[in-house]
């Protein structure tokens, strides 16, 4: 990354960001521009260096925020009317990190209202348009992050990803795209949308950059009890209690079983990782890549996971259920978007959520009471349950024959914008490869494979036992 000093000046860094974000402004990739405050900072971090003084890892180095990480500086708004004046009164855990070291938000990127979407097209701000092509879409929910790291106007942006809204968009854009595991990265000031699938990650250009981006961010965090034990250890080493990458450490991949059941490297010299293709998961990109990775001496098997042909469903099951409790919190009593039509506290109720939420966050609350409700627990949400259990197991018992498992992204590439957004049955199944991810909590990195005939970027995904997220991100840096 760009780190301020002498020969180059946050200023410059800060204004040639702001510039861009001018110049791309048809794209619909901001929701607010933090011109003002982000020059101030700058100004600040230049002084200090002038000085002497130090300064952190990313000083100077603009980024994108996503619109669901709160933050005092600009409205938080998920991209939804309902949280429309909304400025938060506290920063994101993982925003203070980042900007702890320096780095300074250039403006809030563009999602789907909540980040329920896979095209960006579910916006209360309207559709943030491709990277490559504007008339397709940038992928969701997090396109607007993906779309300005694509654009170059950030080095780097953040984004959540919860079935796929990070690792799509940065396949339809052509950047890398992380999605950790799960609870590495603390949670806390994110608008929540399901809590156990949720996560946080990046977009870069570079994967390096995803090493430098976690190595700040992941660990512990009293404000979110889901977090886990620091156990990111960067290349640089600056973190402890990940064995993958101490010091010495020469392909040590051979598994054992953990106290939580489920797989964990421990030393035995192995001659290359072994990458595994799941059975059902193909395209002719993914064809490309195995044979170029066999061509380097990697040991290419086939995976049978005959469960995840229920992800989806299950998917569908388990996170309205969850977001339809979190967004009962709107109502228009304590902050954001209040109707005006209304004469009781039933009708203000009724009103502000019928005009404050998209059509498609309606249809979401919609299954999640249905699935909770009195006679169907049971039938539907106990089951997915069970089956999400079945899914964990099946990676499980995946990874004690491979060390990675390199999958498609998407069944297509991005299609045009407007094609799905009347079929939310067609958009659901644009998830299919990247929701068993979070269904099972594994990191997973999305990084640019190619492109389709048409120039359409396309990406693939790498995905890895939990906490290797260290090791996906340095073999993508080697290999990919």
Known sequence: ??????????VDLVQEALEKVEKYKDYNIFTFVNAENALKKAAIIDAKIKKGEPVGRLAGVPYALKDNFL??????TASAKILTGFTSPVTATSVKKLEDEGAIMIGRTNLDAFAHGSSTENSYFGVTKNAKDKTRVAGGSSGGSAV?????????????D??????????????????????????????????????????????SDLDLLMSITAGRDPKDQTTLPDFYESS???????????????????????????????????????????????????????????????????????????????????????LSSNLSRHDGIRYGFRSKDANTLSDLYEHTRAEGFMPENKRRIMIGNFVLSSGFYDAYFMKAAKARTLIINEY?????????????????????????????????????????????????????????????????????????????????????
């Open 396 to 480: 499980e018992k995946a990874f004690r024959d491979v060390d990675f498992l390199l999958t498609p992204v998407s069944p297509n590439p991005a299609f045009k914008i407007g094609e799905k957004v009347n079929d939310p049955l067609a958009m659901y199944l644009e998830d299919v490869m990247s929701v068993p991810a979070n269904l099972a909590g594994l990191p997973a990195l999305a990084f640019p494979a190619g492109e389709t005939d048409n120039g359409l970027p396309v990406g693939l995904q790498l995905l890895g036992p939990r906490r290797s997220d260290a090791e996906l991100i340095k073999f993508a840096e080697e290999n990919l």
């Open 162 to 207: 919860t079935g796929g809204s990070i690792r799509q968009p940065a396949s339809f854009n052509g950047v890398f795209g992380l999605k950790p595991t799960y609870g590495a990265i603390s949670r806390y000031g994110v608008v929540a949308m399901a809590s156990s699938t949720d996560c946080v990650g990046f977009f870069t250009r570079e994967a």
């Open 236 to 322: 640089e080493g600056d973190k402890k209690d990940f064995p993958g990458q101490r010091a010495g450490y020469d392909r040590a991949l051979a598994r054992d079983t953990r106290d939580d059941g489920l797989a964990r490297r421990v030393s035995r010299e192995v001659l290359s990782y072994r990458i595994g293709v799941i059975k059902d998961f193909k395209s002719d990109i993914l064809d490309k890549k195995v044979k170029e990775l066999s061509a380097k001496g990697f040991e290419i098997k086939e995976v049978s996971l005959p469960t995840l042909k229920y992800a989806l469903a299950v998917y569908y099951v388990t996170v309205p259920a969850e």
């Open 148 to 160: 300005a790291v694509a654009l170059d106007i950030v080095q780097f942006a953040t984004g959540t």
């Open 71 to 76: 933050s005092p500086e600009g409205e938080t």
């Open 1 to 10: 990354m760009k780190i301020a000093n002498k020969m180059t000046k946050a």
